[in-house]
């Protein structure tokens, strides 16, 4: 009769054992679960972060289009102009095209919107991405509320006196014009420069379409 009931100890002891070992096993599996969505989190501001400067950088590289970025969103189309040359306006929307489709690719149902704030130099560019993968991500645009998910940037681009730049005190100086070999007109050799390497040209291709610039 003792050895049974001694050996009835030694299972329920075990079996004690056993559900112990596997809580612990739970709550080390939902710790690494929380860490990778954590940094996924992560990596994900990271990117919109990154796409962020990306549309800020496209946008001082185009400022003669710079009007056509105010209330960009959604993917819009390719204007299908990179090998043949674009103009300020088509650039601004190969820009919109390619960098909403950037978005979509690297974040979960991610997408940017560019708007004009009250004041007339300032810009936002805002990069919404559905963090919690659920299927009630909203769309948005510059007259709605920011979602949750978002990463912000607000830069400032000063204006001119030509019309090509919203209103407001410049805050580049003028400088002379120049005509590349195509015949665009240009404020200066380096915003040619600018405009042709980021068509696609190596630095050496946009000199050359420079050359005949002051």
């Given at each position: 009769m003792t050895s049974l009931w001694q050996k009835?100890?030694?299972?329920?002891?075990?079996?004690?054992?056993?559900?112990?070992?596997?809580?612990?096993?739970?709550a080390l599996?939902?710790?690494?679960?929380s860490g990778l969505r954590y940094n996924t989190s992560a990596l994900h501001r990271s990117y919109a972060t990154s796409q962020a400067y990306d549309m800020a950088d496209r946008?001082?590289?185009?400022?003669?289009?710079?009007?056509?970025?105010?209330?960009?969103?959604g993917l819009g189309a390719d204007p299908g102009c990179i090998e043949t040359g674009c103009t300020p306006e088509k650039m601004?929307?190969?820009?919109?095209?390619q960098w909403n489709n950037d978005n979509a690719r690297l974040l979960p149902k991610g997408t940017g919107t560019v708007c004009l704030t009250s004041d007339?130099?300032?810009y936002t560019i805002t990069i919404h991405w559905n963090d919690d993968r659920d299927s009630g991500t909203p769309s948005f645009n510059c007259e709605s509320v920011t979602p949750d998910d978002s990463f912000i940037v607000e830069f400032q681009l000063g204006g001119d006196d030509d019309g090509d730049l919203p209103a407001g005190d410049p805050d580049v100086?003028?400088?002379?014009?120049?005509?590349?070999?195509?015949?665009?007109?240009?404020?200066?050799?380096?915003?040619?420069?600018?405009?042709?390497?980021?068509?696609?040209?190596?630095?050496?291709?946009?000199?050359?379409?420079?050359?005949?610039c002051e």
């Open positions: 009835g100890l030694s299972l329920i002891e075990v079996m004690i054992a056993l559900a112990v070992f596997s809580f612990g096993l739970l599996a939902a710790l690494m679960a946008m001082r590289a185009n400022r003669l289009g710079l009007v056509s970025y105010n209330s960009l969103s601004a929307q190969y820009d919109r095209w007339p130099d300032i100086p003028e400088e002379p014009g120049c005509i590349d070999a195509e015949g665009t007109d240009f404020k200066n050799k380096g915003q040619c420069v600018s405009y042709w390497v980021h068509t696609g040209l190596t630095g050496v291709e946009a000199q050359e379409k420079c050359a005949t």
